[in-house]
């Protein structure tokens, strides 16, 4: 159901660079301006984390290299 749910649609690149992003802009909260806008930072990393963006579901789009029909 997980897999249904949340299907892996993004490229490990990408996962990793929305971890590192996700992770900067939380730093926004204790570093910097130290502001809540930093909160916003879960969002990216939430999804490099899980593998699966919810707008790349629900438009059908996939980074996710095609894989091989046997």
């Known amino acids: 159901m997980f897999k249904?749910?949340?299907p892996t649609n993004e490229?490990?690149?990408e996962r990793v660079l929305r971890?590192?992003?996700g992770l900067g802009i939380l730093s926004?909260?204790?570093?910097?301006?130290q502001t809540l806008l930093g909160l916003l930072?879960?969002?990216p990393l939430a999804t490099g984390l899980l593998g699966s963006c919810p707008l790349y579901?629900?438009?059908g789009f996939s980074t996710?290299?095609?894989k091989k029909a046997d």
């Open 19 to 21: 971890v590192v992003l």
């Open 41 to 43: 930072g879960v969002i």
């Open 64 to 66: 996710c290299p095609l």
């Open 28 to 33: 926004l909260t204790v570093v910097g301006p």
């Open 11 to 13: 490229h490990k690149v």
């Open 4 to 6: 249904k749910l949340f």
């Open 57 to 59: 579901t629900l438009f």
